[in-house]
Antibody, heavy 128, light 109 residues
Framework: QLQLQESGPGLVKPSETLSLTCTVS??????????WGWIRQPPGKGLEWIGSIYYSGSTYYNPSLKSRVTISVDTSKNQFSLKLSSVTAADTAVYYC????????????????????WGQGTTVTVSS | SFELTQPPSVSVSPGQTARITCSGD??????AYWYQQKAGQAPVLVIYKDTERPSGIPERFSGSSSGTIVTLTIRGVQAEDEADYYCQSGDRSNSYRDVFGGGTKLTVL
């Protein structure tokens, strides 16, 4: 059974870089059928998509965060990571990683199947 | 615009039918997905590709689509269905972006 687990510091100072890792167990991150995504949820608020990555390294970012976000993948460790630079209190949130399965036709049309496996989430607080 | 709009709250009595809508200009072109999030827990996928139900999700959950509006319907609502529900849509063929609706709090009276 596939499981995802987020890890990283729970407290980050303003202006510094938030770094989180999602470890995939029970399956391979190198499968050609999945994107791997980061989503966050500020306290008392809704979900916000941060970005996604394919095992080859192709990345897709939320335009509102793109200038501060880097998502990378380490297939040897079956992990993918999030870096968010120049953080402020507004970046305080629960951060989730998720699996995002899809298939693609010979014409390049992508059909997605929904984010079907999520990590439990990790709380990151931005404070001095 | 690439936005999804949901009502902030919906209330129903046990056994009744709850309908949660999600509207967005991109929905005629992109599938929608629905997630249930109970307090303190990670979201769970309950509907994918507008109308499909993942294995393990009760049959009382269903989805429909009409133009710019998709709807999550929960028939015979139970107390355990009280949760926040989020719609989501996205594009991986052209603009490569995702968006979530603001969420709807379902209260079972």
């Amino acid at each position: 059974q596939l499981q995802l687990q987020e890890s990283g510091p729970g407290l980050v100072k303003p202006s510094e870089t938030l770094s989180l890792t999602c470890t995939v167990s029970g399956g391979s991150i190198s499968s050609s059928s999945y994107y791997w995504g980061w989503i966050r949820q500020p306290p008392g608020k809704g979900l916000e998509w941060i970005g996604s990555i394919y095992y080859s390294g192709s990345t897709y970012y939320n335009p509102s965060l793109k200038s501060r976000v880097t998502i990378s993948v380490d297939t040897s460790k079956n992990q993918f990571s999030l870096k968010l630079s120049s953080v402020t209190a507004a970046d305080t949130a629960v951060y989730y990683c998720a699996r995002d399965p899809f298939d693609i036709t010979i014409f390049g049309v992508v059909t997605r199947w929904g984010m079907d496996v999520w990590g439990q989430g990790t709380t990151v607080t931005v404070s001095s | 615009s690439f936005e999804l709009t949901q009502p902030p709250s919906v209330s129903v009595s046990p056994g009744q039918t709850a309908r949660i809508t999600c509207s967005g200009d991109s929905l005629p072109k992109q599938y929608a997905y629905w997630y249930q999030q109970k307090a303190g827990q990670a979201p769970v996928l309950v509907i994918y590709k507008d109308t499909e139900r993942p294995s393990g999700i009760p049959e009382r959950f269903s989805g429909s689509s009409s133009g710019t509006i998709v709807t999550l319907t929960i028939r015979g609502v139970q107390a355990e269905d009280e949760a926040d529900y989020y719609c989501q849509s996205g594009d991986r063929s052209n603009s490569y972006r995702d968006v979530f609706g603001g969420g709807t709090k379902l209260t079972v009276l």
